[in-house]
């Protein structure tokens, strides 16, 4: 506020109101000054200052082609990341709401068949579900992959469906939770379903033991698993 002032007031027309206005208006820079004469160093100090930083600020400018251009050019870089994170958040608040609808819906449908034990399953990395029916065989299994449109859905939202498969078929199912987009675009769901499968042969099931299986875009990821598997020489 004082500087602003001082700009606007010639030394002629200087004395002791005006300063004490200019005071006033400081609010705590300047203490109470007495006499014109103490006022004119610290005002010249003061000119001599705001004429460096204009000075230098219109150098600035210039190198980036114009005055004024190196503010334009830094308040269009804020509102360009303002814009690109506004929309990144509203896509992704978007998803969390397609995803939990999804969750509520799979949630309010089906049933749980009886018999069925269900544990954690970790398959070289790729976190899922182990669905064992009781009384089924050890030596095979359907490895299961759920649907959602490579967006939305989980092992646990198809927990009753896989396991209905587990039972009809009389078999082990490990469903697995493949990572998904946008978070996680192609091919993460390609290379999960892949590690899950090499789990498997790991593990020490046959390859003609092993049932790939999937509903929807889990139908889709299917397909492209056993071309994966066929082109890595599984």
């Known amino acids: 506020g004082v500087f602003l002032s001082v700009l606007g007031v010639g030394e002629g027309n200087l004395n002791d109101a005006t300063m004490e206005q200019l005071a006033d208006r400081g609010n705590g820079n300047y203490a109470y000054l007495d006499s014109l004469a103490e006022a004119l160093p610290i005002l010249r100090r003061n000119l001599s200052r705001a004429a460096s930083l204009i000075a230098s600020f219109t150098r600035q400018s210039a190198e980036l082609d114009g005055p004024g ?14 814009r690109v994170q506004t929309a990144e958040d509203r896509k992704y608040a978007a998803v969390e709401q397609q995803r939990a609808g999804a969750d509520a819906t799979m949630e309010a449908v089906g049933t749980m ?7 954690d399953a970790d398959a070289n990395g790729v ?79 046959l390859p003609e033991r092993i049932a790939i299986s999937g509903d929807s875009a889990g139908g889709g990821l299917t397909v492209a698993t056993l071309v994966a598997a066929r082109d890595a020489g599984l």
């Open 113 to 119: 068949p009886d018999g069925v034990d269900v544990q």
């Open 69 to 82: 251009k190196i503010f334009r050019h830094i308040d269009a870089d804020a509102r360009n990341r303002h």
């Open 127 to 205: 976190p899922g579900l182990w669905i064992t029916p009781e009384g089924s065989p050890t030596d095979r299994v359907v490895l299961y992959l759920h649907g959602g449109g490579y967006v939305v859905q989980s092992a646990k939202t198809h927990l009753k469906l896989a396991s209905h498969i587990a039972v009809q078929a009389n078999s082990r199912v490990l469903s697995i939770d493949y990572r998904l987009a946008p978070e996680h675009p192609h091919p993460a769901a390609v290379t999960d379903s892949l590690a899950a499968y090499r789990h498997l042969l790991e593990s020490g099931f």
